[in-house]
């Protein structure tokens, strides 16, 4: 989801919770949005701890979801949360969510081959997830497969032409490659978004560029506007 969605999904799952304070599956979905739009941790994390207080009134599949997504944020435990993720896949093999995550948890672990497997496999049955095609190339990356990772991230920008998602993802693919002029040009394209998420990750891609590249007061000044963004970012969702 783009910016503006994160933020109305936010909004909608925080009024269910203040209507009931025991929705265990807004929780849940909840800590995922807050995860995505990258604001205070700590929100996130007592999100997925209440969700995981409450999943025994959950359905099996969210309740099984619940209890990854705990040992994945609150009390890390890798095999706990690849051991689930497999559990639900036997009985919802096209459960994208779980083909996601368990992709996300194998790149941690430098499993690479059999991330980039689950997470195809995700793209090839839920083609609007954008995430899955991140974790996609993030694999292939991994694994210096930039021809299938160009392919993967033009596949995506086909399916979500207007998601700014693919720009980061492609600054991210070309400074991989070394393309520094290339990886400019999507942080560029990212930046002119009239969404302060998108404005916020661009002025951080291209803190990252110039600092590598040596250009220290023109990265310096890309981090303020990085902060100023983000406080934008951050009344917005108030």
Do not use: C
Not at 94 to 107: H, R
């Amino acid at each position: 989801a783009d910016a503006g969605e994160l933020l109305q999904s936010r909004a909608l799952l925080e009024e269910a919770i203040r209507l009931d304070s025991s929705f265990a599956m807004a929780h849940r979905k909840l800590a995922v949005i807050l995860s995505n739009m990258r604001v205070d941790r700590t929100l996130e994390v007592e999100a997925a701890r209440r969700a995981f207080q409450l999943r025994d009134r959950l359905p099996e599949l969210e309740r099984l979801q619940a209890t990854a997504y705990y040992y994945l944020t609150v009390d890390y435990q890798s095999d706990k949360v690849i051991s689930t993720y497999r559990q639900i896949l036997e009985t919802w093999p096209d459960d994208d969510t779980a083909l996601n995550n368990l992709a996300l948890e194998l790149v941690t672990r430098r499993r690479y081959p059999e991330a980039g497997d689950a997470a195809l496999r995700g793209v090839a049955i839920s083609p609007s997830v954008g995430v899955l095609y991140f974790n996609a190339i993030d694999a292939q990356v991994a694994q210096g497969k930039f021809a299938a990772a160009e392919s993967t991230l033009a596949r995506w920008g086909r399916v979500q032409a207007s998601s700014s998602e693919p720009l980061s993802a492609g600054f991210s693919l070309a400074f991989a490659e070394g393309n520094y002029a290339r990886a400019r040009t999507f942080a560029d394209s990212l930046g002119r978004l009239n969404d302060p998420l998108s404005q916020s990750r661009s002025h951080g891609q291209m803190s990252g560029l110039l600092r590598m590249q040596g250009h220290l007061a023109e990265a310096e000044r890309e981090a303020r506007d990085r902060m100023a963004a983000d406080e934008r970012r951050g009344s917005r969702s108030a």
